[in-house]
């Protein structure tokens, strides 16, 4: 009876590991640079840090292969988790650690900052299931551990020293994840982004007063346009075709157009509040509309772009949804195009995606305010860079909590301001 019951609960996780079993078997019947196994441990002793895109670095065959091995990772997670269904908190987790699987995450990088985060969990006496996902969100500081480890040559000092790293990293980042909320208010949907970006400020500043220097780094692919597509596409249709089985047409319109209406501020669960099937749709959905997007600006496919069509898809069952992402993503384009930005930069393309995260801006002050809020982030994702170096994933997530905190005072203080929709 206990066995039944936990399989009742958990068969909607399985989803998970049939998808790193499918990305398995289409990262190995892609093209490899010498063979899958070998590129893939090349991918493991090379610097991650922003912007190494995991394509050029080690192959279409290994990059495939570390995506496949990040779901299957978040599957163990997650199936351990045996008394929770999959919450679209947790969607949004797995969707942007395994966006980062194509360009700054792998193994070797992100087991010890998982690890600190068990350590924290045990050490304060809670269940390591209520750190799930934060340990999953923890992972984007993964390339400061890569760069202890391989930037003066492998050893035992550096691999200790990598390892103490991750450790601490995993430990201060789910008391620092609460504390920061406070400082955005939950109007960026990327809290952690916005913690580890501050984490790893102070993780740049104790490398450059020991004098270690992190070169900058562009390194981007022009080969694996097609095979993310297909990759892409494949899971929206996917996510599109679990929504649509067996759906109750009426009850899902009254649920699509009700989470339609939802501001998105931290938290806002559309998997618990509406459904699998409506948040499975909203995912899909909104996959498409980006990657089209992508695609009639002629923007080509790459690592980091994979990341962050993978975040919106995450997202989606979490806060992010058309009429609140479309407004900053426009604002994000009349930035580029009053500076006289290509659409086809990296810094257009990631601005584009993972400014989203501010979304919430859009829901809840209005469309105005959200073009106003993709506008400045275009402009402070540039500068904020400077301040760790790429050794944060989520340099979007860092300057996105910093737009939050600089517009949501000056609109509250306005007299009349969008009423709250929650």
């Known amino acids: 009876m206990r066995l039944s019951f936990l399989r009742q609960l958990n068969w909607e996780k399985d989803n998970l590991l049939l998808l790193a079993i499918g990305t398995f078997i289409f990262g190995l019947i892609t093209p490899a640079k010498t063979t899958w196994w070998e590129d893939y441990v090349h991918l493991l002793t090379v610097q991650t840090y922003l912007i190494h895109d995991f394509f050029a670095v080690a192959g ?27 919450t679209g908190f947790q969607m949004a987790a797995i969707g942007i650690f395994v966006g980062h699987s194509f360009f700054g995450t792998h193994l070797l990088n992100i087991l010890p900052i998982i690890l600190g985060v068990i350590l924290y969990a045990q050490l304060s006496h809670q269940s390591f299931k209520i750190y799930t996902s934060i340990s999953l969100f923890a992972t984007c500081m993964a390339p400061a551990v890569s760069y202890i480890m391989f930037s003066h040559g492998l050893s035992l000092i550096s691999i200790l020293g990598a390892i103490v790293l991750g450790l601490i ?40 007063y020991f004098q270690f ?27 599109l075709g679990q929504a649509l089985i067996g759906l109750d047409f009426q009850d899902f319109r009254t649920k699509f157009i009700k989470l339609n209406h939802r501001v998105g501020r931290l938290p806002d669960d559309f998997v618990i509040k509406y459904g699998r099937k409506t948040a499975f749709f909203n995912m899909g959905l909104l996959g498409m509309v980006y990657l089209s997007l992508l695609l009639v600006m002629r923007v080509q496919l790459n690592g980091p772009i994979a990341g962050g069509l993978m975040s919106i898809i995450g997202f989606a069952g979490f806060g992010k949804h058309l009429r609140n992402t479309l407004p900053v993503a426009f604002g994000v384009i009349l930035a580029a195009w009053f500076a006289n930005q290509s659409f086809g930069t990296i810094g257009f393309a990631l601005s584009f995606l ?54 949501v005072p000056i609109l509250e203080s306005l007299p009349r301001r969008k009423k709250s929709k929650e």
């Open 354 to 407: 993972f400014g989203t995260s501010l979304a919430p801006l859009a829901g809840y002050y209005g469309i105005i305010v959200g073009m106003i809020a993709g506008f400045l982030q275009f402009n402070i994702t540039q500068s904020v860079i400077d301040l760790h170096l790429g050794l944060c994933l989520y340099n979007n997530g860092f300057s996105s909590g910093f737009v939050a905190a600089f517009l």
């Open 169 to 208: 990293l995993g430990f201060i980042t789910p008391p620092l994840a609460e504390a920061f909320l406070k400082f955005h208010q939950g109007y960026t949907l990327y809290n952690i982004g916005f913690t580890s970006g501050v984490i790893g400020m102070f993780v740049y500043a104790c490398l450059r």
């Open 213 to 239: 220097e992190i070169p900058t780094a562009q390194v981007l692919s022009t080969e694996a346009h097609d095979y993310i597509l297909v990759y892409i596409l494949s899971i929206c249709l996917l996510m």
């Open 60 to 86: 279409i065959a290994a990059t495939f292969v570390n995506a496949a091995l990040h779901l299957a990772i978040a599957y163990y997670l997650n199936i351990r988790n045996q008394l929770t269904h999959l």
